[in-house]
């Protein structure tokens, strides 16, 4: 088992568009189910059925007596066992899952007192947390011995939503409140400011739990070889996964070895240390036997990490012309049981609260609510996709009230290109930008115009669906946080003339093979094929962050290209040392080294040597370290035209124009796939995922992906991605991050567009998913203009307040929806 | 439970449990490992794969149920001497994969399809149906429909 799998052999590309394709096509693809380790025992985990409880008992003496099972533990269980024999491991108890500093996800102090067992102990705190872990000779034995095991939940009331968590009458955590962080962004707005504007636009929007749904979910296989322990993941950060769990593990972190082969999609939900990773982890070396968990869908629905999950309630002013002078918004986040993994990522909204305007007071406030659901953690867009909705949401509103087109409001507000580098309100310097062309060219793309006169056209013709186009214009943030913004790489040469790269990245679908190989080759001057690349591997590449935040191109990227250039310094310092001149006469082309003046025979008979012979001549050669990088600010424009059906409370999107600008494009055919990808991913927010809740907490998707609704080829419209590129200052290949824009731009532009068909006077009534049910009741709503001015309807009742949704129509239909039944019945909204 | 199933044209004796999906024997027993599985509850469709030239979710048979039959996995696609199948050429050309997971399972509904009549690929609606029948998480499904459509374009039309 070694990390070469992915091709040592120089590659025949010709007649495949990527390195990766000719394997993934044929079947020789490898993922983590597929390796084939002898004695390999599967895990599976016995779970709870309740969302909230008191364990009271658990037996797994019945499972042992099924053949093929190996064992079968509960938390006591392994606190209980022997002291382990290998010596690459002091273990104790089930170590505890560690919590992300990271990107400020979580917080020392979210995490104090709210310990998150990998087993649990005596509290169920989320539907699906895992009671035991059964390990038999293959899945169907630990099946069989799961089976098997009794357990006795005394349940408690459940809170799903931050509305009725907020209110601390149930405590998930006994003596500490649910709400885990408090955390802002900008200056405070005086209530002056609010009254003396022209307009004041108010709403509450729902952000609801998605699920990533990576196609492969989560994989681990642990393998022990006498003091060393290998790993294999499909996981985006196989360093962070390497020294959380041989710091959990109690061993060297020499002694750990991380490796991720191909990996089926992973959107930002494979980058942490899982409670089932710790477990097998611990297993494997307590018995030292090979263990592998292959989570199955069903077990993925209930227990993988959601994404988004905010009750945002926001404010937005502006003068009469248009001109915006304040925007407010107050985020209450769900981030599940356990702050964990995302206790602050509710933050990234404040900061990117601000979105493309030069709005002069923005203010964002957070508050992240422990709730009896499966923890969130970043989901493609992560945090950005939540500002981007609130915000363009509020302009359509208000371009609506203004009586203005969308499109010119926006431009009207737009941080001008010439000011760049811009400092935000809420704390982020963006690089650079020019949001007017990107929307220009959305508008152009769609046939703004054309659609603007058929939706005047429809609304004359009494048996015309009515039409709406909608528009988004975001700002993202790529590249991750302080503290973060580095990479690892390095480029050996060999003596055989070919190079291998090596990035501390770890690609999940993102083409990797293809394009690091050629931005390294291009670098040297040299032919792509001679290049290849080894990544995710810890044992190639002790140091690495990974791919995460649309990271890889924009800070990875950069680090090769770092590392080729400093091959061609050292392949020049070591011909001059070689051929006694110095380096300055020594020149560097097309992976060859040669003297600047005369060339063959010149000084001393010194000739143009290839970089094989250097390698020959003067010994192995690899360089490479750690190279930072900046921040980088992606933006884009959206537009969208939805034609709806008011008797069905159907939607029908007859178009969508993407209009992302990433800077520079390292590959635009990957970029475009991740683009095209990505929106449709928003349309999946936009339109069709939510997660149903029963009474009890416990998610209603017993069919699966028959319940949870991800788009198919039959829900996609005409898609036009097009792109602008202003290259980012910040980063030294001037690229962005990629790959995030459809999540963050599209769902707004499907909403807005909605919202402008029904033109409905209270947009809070239209809340995501749209599915039919909302549209419907939303198409019979009041209209734009019929009940005196439609900014009144968000000052009718406090966001939080469980009794006002009622009021304010079906909104905890379109929340936790189901959970409630019907919320406005129930006059408890968010409950 | 003894059955005897061709795979990939290779007559294979299996001893299996009845409970066991085919899926899990083609992946576990014959280690034929492109067939994924990605919901194992026949939604996806990444586990996808012909049985006597029809198009099965491999995770909702079992494999007693192929006692006789002959199964065709994405492993069997590519021609005598590895020369790429029609279809294989045509997804890397459109950039129909990004990850690789549930390419298995699109490659294998199209090319029954396909196979069983050339002229699906000339009727849109038949490739609609074709790429809405899979999950892809990555791709947006557009890139596989001018994949299918493609391969369908470069089909040996000339009667075997």
């Excluded at chain 2, 999906?21 to 990444?46: F, K, M, P, W």
Aim: charged residues 25%.
């Amino acid at each position: 088992m070694h990390g070469d799998m992915h091709g040592a052999e120089v590659l025949v590309v010709e007649q495949w568009s990527r390195r990766e394709d000719e394997r993934l096509l044929t079947g020789e693809g490898r993922y983590v189910a597929d390796m084939d380790v002898p004695g390999c025992l599967d895990a599976v985990f016995v779970r709870s059925d309740v969302a909230h409880g008191t364990l009271r008992e658990v037996d797994c003496s019945a499972a042992y007596e099924v053949p093929g099972v190996v064992g079968a533990w509960s938390a006591a269980d392994l606190s209980e066992m022997p002291p382990c024999a290998q010596s690459a491991a002091t273990l104790q108890d089930l170590p505890p899952v560690p919590y992300v500093l990271l990107a400020q996800l979580s917080t020392e102090e979210a995490v104090a007192g709210r310990e998150w067992p990998v087993l649990v102990r005596d509290r169920v705190r989320y539907p699906g947390e895992a009671l035991v872990v059964v390990l038999g000779e293959d899945r169907y034995r630990a099946e069989d011995g799961a089976a098997k095991v009794t357990f006795r939940i005394d349940p408690l009331p459940a809170v799903v939503t931050p509305s009725t968590a907020a209110d601390d009458s149930v405590r998930l955590f006994d003596g500490l409140s649910n709400v885990a962080l408090r955390g802002e962004t900008g200056e405070p707005i005086e209530e002056s400011v609010w009254r003396e504007a022209a307009v004041v636009v108010e709403a509450r929007y729902r952000q609801q739990l998605l699920m990533p749904t990576p196609m492969e979910c989560r994989t681990i296989l642990a393998v022990p070889e006498g003091d060393a322990l290998t790993v294999w993941s499909g996981h985006q950060a196989p360093h962070r996964l390497r020294r959380e769990l041989a710091t959990l593990l109690g061993g060297l972190v020499e002694r750990v070895r991380v490796v991720v082969p191909d990996t089926g999609g992973a959107f930002g939900s494979k980058s942490a240390t899982f409670p089932e990773f710790i477990a097998v982890a611990f297993l494997a070396v307590k018995l030292g036997r090979p263990v592998r968990w292959i989570e199955d869908r069903l077990e993925s629905m209930t227990v993988a990490s959601r994404g988004r999950g905010q009750d945002q309630r926001v404010r937005l002013a502006a003068d009469a012309d248009g001109r915006l002078l304040a925007y407010e918004l107050n985020i209450d986040a769900d981030i599940g049981a356990y702050p964990h993994l995302g206790v602050g990522l509710p933050m990234q909204t404040a900061w990117m609260a601000t979105g493309p305007y030069a709005t002069p007071r923005v203010h964002a406030t957070v508050r992240s609510m422990v709730t009896n659901t499966m923890v969130t953690y970043p989901y493609r867009g992560a945090g950005r996709p939540e500002a981007a909705i609130a915000l363009e949401r509020s302009m359509d509103t208000l371009a609506r009230e203004l009586g203005m087109d969308p499109a010119e409001l926006r431009r009207r507000n737009f941080i001008p290109p010439e000011d760049f580098p811009y400092e935000t309100p809420t704390g982020r310097r963006y690089d650079s930008g020019n949001y007017a062309a990107a929307l220009d060219l959305a508008l152009e793309t769609l046939d703004y115009d054309g659609w603007r006169a058929e939706r005047a056209r429809r609304r004359t013709d009494p048996d015309a669906l009515p039409l709406g186009i909608g528009l988004s214009c975001y700002v993202e943030r790529s590249g991750g946080e302080p503290g973060g913004l580095h990479e690892f790489a390095s480029v050996e040469a060999h003596e055989d003339g070919t190079l291998t790269a090596r990035c501390g990245t770890a690609s999940s679908g993102q083409s990797h093979e293809t394009v690091f190989p050629a931005l390294v080759a291009e670098t040297l001057g040299v032919d792509g094929t001679l290049v290849r690349l080894v990544e995710g591997d810890t044992g190639e590449q002790p140091e690495g962050v990974g791919s995460f935040a649309s990271r890889s191109a924009q800070v990875g990227g950069a680090a090769l290209r770092e590392a080729a250039t400093l091959l061609v310094e050292e392949a020049r310092a070591r011909a001059a040392a070689l051929w006694e001149v110095p380096e300055a006469e020594v020149a560097w082309s097309g992976g060859t080294v040669h003297p600047v003046h005369g060339g063959h025979g010149g000084h001393g008979g010194a000739a143009a040597m290839d970089l094989a012979e250097l390698v020959k001549t003067t010994g192995p050669m690899r360089v490479g370290g750690r190279f930072e990088s900046g921040m980088a600010f992606p933006f884009g424009a959206h537009a969208a035209v939805a034609e709806v059906d008011p008797e069905l409370g159907t939607v029908r999107v007859l178009r969508l124009v993407a209009v992302d600008d990433c800077g520079v494009v390292l590959d635009p055919a990957m970029v475009h796939g991740q683009a095209f990808g990505s929106a449709v991913q928003g349309i999946g927010q936009a339109l069709y995922e939510g997660i149903p809740f029963g009474e009890n907490g416990v998610p209603l998707l017993a069919e699966g992906l028959l319940d949870y609704l991800l788009p198919t080829f039959a829900e996609i419209p005409p898609i036009e991605i097009r792109d602008t590129r202003t290259p980012s200052p910040s980063t030294p290949l001037g690229a962005k991050g990629a790959g995030e824009s459809g999540c963050i731009g599209t769902p707004a532009a499907i909403v807005n567009a909605v919202a402008d068909a029904l033109r409905v006077a209270d947009p809070c009534l239209l809340q995501m998913p749209l599915t039919p049910d909302v549209v419907w009741r939303a198409a019979r709503a009041p209209k734009f203009g019929e009940v005196g001015q439609a900014g009144e309807f968000g000052k009718t009742g406090e966001f939080g307040e469980a009794g006002e949704f009622g009021k304010a129509g079906e909104f905890g239909k379109a929340g936790k929806f189901g959970e409630a039944g019907e919320a406005g019945e129930a006059g408890e909204g968010g409950r | 439970m003894r059955i005897t199933v061709t795979v990939n044209g290779e007559e294979r004796a299996l001893d299996v449990e009845p409970r066991r999906v085919l899926a899990d024997v083609l992946r576990e027993d014959c280690r034929l490992t492109g067939t994924h599985l990605g919901c194992e509850h026949g939604v996806c469709g990444a586990c996808t794969v012909l049985v006597d030239g029809e198009a099965v979710r491999s995770c909702l048979v079992l494999a007693v149920q192929c006692d006789g039959a002959s199964v065709r996995t994405v492993e069997g696609l590519s021609g005598p001497g590895g020369e790429p199948h029609p279809l294989q050429r045509a997804f890397s050309a459109e950039h129909a994969l990004q990850c690789g997971f549930c390419t298995p399972g699109f490659l294998m509904v199209a090319a029954g399809a396909l196979e069983a009549d050339p002229s699906a690929g000339d009727d849109p609606e038949r490739v609609a149906a074709l790429v809405g029948s899979n999950i892809c998480r990555c791709t947006g499904y557009e890139p596989i429909r001018r994949a299918i459509a493609r391969a369908a374009s470069e089909w040996p039309r000339t009667p075997s």
